[in-house]
């Protein structure tokens, strides 16, 4: 063989060694990089973070607990219950505003979490939390001491016409305060109101004590004083009577004032779509979870399930309710 027929022949072997190279190149980065975007992908990462903006035994912490086993199967990590109530709960939601986009760190509320910019909280930021579920709704329960002079709801309501009666609640603007407020313009009730920033456990506590004469709370908050036969409840504020105790609703007393209470779940502003619809499954599937049910079921709690894209947007007709009601107030 000639000399350039030589040349040829070895100048088409380099260039097909160097283009089985590049192609073995190739074939190996997809493949090392197949588990490096699974990585990326995959949600959660790391323990989760479950914030609740009141101290423990609460309406919002027994429904945050009573949630967390399913969570914890469905992400395969640790849900951690972290209470939060120190300054009225704007602790918690600072803690929320400042943490990461990434879907690890949930905050439970109800319209509370909508009052605290109301309630002296101007930094808390609503457009800094991303709704991600609703998971029950449920309402108010007038209580009063065991022993008071008011043993049942005409009593308390002749008595709230005749005198000022001092009424607990849980800080200015905030739920059971709005709820107090709206109590005495349906009743003609003059309170004098007494704050307990902790939350329920607290102005229960205050009210078997004999510090107040009356508050409103939740059947759940309420179940086990009630039990424990230091507390008395007198009728609920729902649409319905609750399953939880023979009282009446306060319409049924006369009185034409309901107060529904939604309480739900968010996170930072900021997750991607895709992590969004992992946290979906994960509540829909843990509102739904056996132990979940029962709970609710002991405390009458309706279950009433919104995904993230659901309860975004009741969100945003919530906002614009209580932006007229408090500005009536």
Not at 62 to 83: M, W
Not at 224 to 253: C, N, Y
Request: proline letters at 5%; charged letters at 20%; a neutral charge.
């Amino acid at each position: 063989m000639r000399l350039k027929e030589r040349l040829k022949v070895m100048k088409k072997l380099v260039l097909i060694t160097v283009c089985l190279v590049m192609m073995a190149g190739m074939v190996f980065a997809q493949g090392s990089a197949e588990p490096a975007v699974a990585s990326v992908a995959k949600y959660p990462d790391g323990d989760v973070s479950f914030i609740v903006p009141n101290g423990a035994g609460g309406g919002n912490d027994l429904t945050t607990r009573a949630l967390i086993p399913s969570l914890q199967r469905s992400f395969g990590v640790n849900v951690i219950p972290l209470n939060q109530g120190e300054s009225k709960g704007a602790v918690a939601a600072q803690n929320v505003m400042s943490a990461k986009p990434d879907g690890r760190t949930f905050y439970f509320n109800s319209q509370t979490l909508i009052l605290m910019p109301y309630g002296g909280m101007p930094s808390i930021d609503l457009n800094q939390f991303q709704p991600v579920a609703q998971v029950v709704e449920d309402t108010g329960v007038i209580y009063v001491k065991a022993d008071s002079p008011y043993q049942t709801i005409q009593q308390l309501l002749a008595a709230m016409k005749s005198s000022t009666l001092k009424m607990g609640h849980n800080g200015n603007g905030a739920l059971w305060h709005l709820a107090s407020l709206q109590l005495a313009k349906a009743t003609g009730a003059n309170f004098r109101y007494i704050a307990y920033t902790s939350g329920g456990t607290q102005m229960l506590t205050a009210l078997a004590a004999g510090e107040v004469d009356l508050c409103i709370v939740n059947a759940a908050e309420g179940r086990s004083m009630v039990d424990s036969g230091l507390i008395k409840p007198l009728a609920s504020l729902g649409e319905t009577r609750t399953d939880v105790f023979t009282i009446p609703t306060l319409v049924e007393a006369g009185v034409d004032y309901i107060f529904p209470v939604w309480r739900g779940v968010f996170t930072k502003a900021g997750a991607s779509e895709e992590i969004l619809a992992e946290i979906d499954k994960a509540f829909k599937a843990a509102a739904e979870s056996p132990e979940f049910v029962e709970y609710a079921k002991n405390n009458g709690l309706p279950i009433r399930y919104r995904d993230h894209k659901e309860f975004s947007a009741f969100i945003e007709k919530e906002k614009k309710v209580y932006a007229e009601l408090m500005g009536s107030l």
